[in-house]
């Protein structure tokens, strides 16, 4: 299989765009391999070749990166792609036991999609948001502080196509190919929206001025 002479004129024009932000051509990997990811909904073959094609690089070359990263998929992804942390604070808050059940719940996997193509779910590491444990994503967007139940009900109104919005950030969600294309270098002009520290973050930074610390000069 291969794209067909519109898409792959498209995929150029996108990725020529791309290449000239770098002085290296093949330092446009990344980018490439997510807008070969939102054209498709995961890492093809045919995106593959197509990235070596654009960047002079042999097919085994970027495999060997594609593979590596685990943002890059290689096998179909649902339109949300949901992500339980499951690292040290979040797993022993309930991130643990919200991964299980929503397993359970959805039928699927680590890297599985539904059968009705709607949800993915995968086991993520540490997403920096510790202080709003146990924390889930969709498509990269943050669902704070959640519980066996709310991330349940968060899976069945994504399948049943209800809006969604983030605990923070935008106030509605892209899917999981366009969120690729964002990652790719297109943004969507979302990026501003919304408050993207919440409350917990916040805490420390209030605390410091009510008390009057400041921080310590940088030495010399």
Avoid at 190 to 215: C, D
């Amino acid at each position: 299989m291969t794209y067909t002479p519109e898409v792959r004129e498209r995929l150029e024009r996108d990725a020529k765009e791309i290449i000239a932000r770098y002085p290296k051509p093949r330092s446009a990997l990344l980018p490439l391999l997510h807008l070969v990811q939102s054209e498709d909904g995961y890492v093809t073959d045919h995106g593959q070749q197509f990235c070596a094609d654009m960047l002079g690089l042999t097919k085994a070359e970027v495999t060997a990166v594609s593979t590596f990263y685990t943002m890059y998929k290689r096998r179909p992804m649902g339109e949300y792609h949901v992500g339980v942390c499951i690292n040290t604070l979040c797993a022993v808050m309930g991130g643990d036991q919200i991964y299980a059940e929503l397993s359970e719940h959805l039928g699927v996997g680590h890297d599985e999609a539904t059968s009705d193509g709607k949800v993915s779910l995968e086991r993520l590491e540490c997403n920096a948001a510790c202080d709003f444990a146990p924390v889930m994503m969709v498509n990269w967007e943050f669902f704070d502080n959640m519980t066996p139940e709310s991330a349940k009900r968060l899976v069945d109104d994504l399948r049943a196509g209800k809006e969604v919005a983030p605990t923070r950030g935008p106030s509605k969600l892209c899917t999981f190919k366009q969120a690729s294309r964002v990652l790719a270098g297109f943004p969507d002009g979302l990026a501003g929206e919304g408050a993207s520290a919440g409350e917990a973050s916040l805490e420390g930074l209030k605390l410091a001025k009510a008390r009057g610390w400041e921080a310590p000069e940088a030495s010399k």
